[in-house]
């Protein structure tokens, strides 16, 4: 075959390890837990996911127990915007919020988007084989026809295998320990867990803002310029 084929625009999700020690896990796996049963009362639909951010515990890394979980995620996300080329000695960060989840046997997250957000992360605590691995959701940018790739074409024959260049959807394997980073924007979800142990992961989303807004048009100026009325 003479022709070539470009495989443009990637969507590049970041995952690395961070290591505590089995006592510090202990604590904020404790803490997440104590979450959970403080919210109790608020209704969980069957078959979701206990998720912090709607159950008032949205600022969960504000607390002193995270305080070195914290610094070691603000590493890797450093690291990821270095992977993107950008500066970050031009750029101030901040963590928006940040949250547990709490995956249950048959349990799932169904699939959002971080819209108020630029990057997104998730940290998996406890991580039981079968858990759920997390799942990227895009409109591939080959789909010459409104869902030409969706599963059904597949199952009628249409469609002769799934790759990369005709996916919607891309499952990525999670162990305990690791750390996923990816743009706020990205849809996913996780796989319904069918292991009878429980996966607690640490959500959160970051905001970037310029420390210097002169010459940008685009990106958020300090907040220290905002006026508040
Ligand atoms: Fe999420």
């Known amino acids: 075959m003479s022709a070539e084929v470009f495989d443009f625009f990637p969507l590049s999700v970041f995952k690395d390890k961070i290591i505590l020690s089995n006592s510090e896990k202990n604590l904020i796996k404790k803490f997440i837990i104590d979450s959970e049963e403080k919210s109790k009362k608020v209704i969980k ?8 951010d709607t159950r008032g515990q ?4 504000k607390n002193n127990i995270m305080n070195n979980l914290t610094n070691l995620i603000s590493q890797k996300i450093k690291l990821y915007t270095e992977m993107l080329s950008l500066d970050n000695d031009k750029l101030i960060f901040f963590y928006q919020r940040s ?9 799932r997250i169904q699939p959002h988007s971080h819209d108020q957000s630029n990057i997104s992360f998730a940290y998996y605590l406890t991580k039981p084989k079968n858990s759920g691995n997390i799942r990227f959701i895009t ?14 074409k597949l199952d009628l024959g249409l ?5 990369k260049r005709n996916t919607p959807n891309i499952d990525l394997h999670i162990e305990e320990d690791n750390i996923v980073i990816f743009p706020s924007k990205t849809k996913h979800a996780t796989i319904p867990s069918t292991s009878n142990d429980t996966r607690i992961s640490i959500s959160g989303d970051v905001i970037i803002m310029l ?8 990106l ?3 907040f220290d310029n905002w006026q508040e009325f």
Do not use: C, Y
Request: net charge positive.
């Open 139 to 152: 409109e591939p940018q080959n789909e010459i026809a409104k869902g030409l790739f969706h599963k059904e």
């Open 45 to 52: 639909r069957k078959g979701d996911a206990w998720l912090g």
């Open 211 to 218: 420390k210097d807004s002169f010459g940008h048009e685009r």
């Open 58 to 61: 949205e600022f969960l890394l």
């Open 159 to 163: 469609l002769k295998k799934v790759n």
């Open 220 to 222: 958020m100026p300090h």
């Open 99 to 107: 949250w547990a989840t709490i995956t249950k046997t048959n349990e």
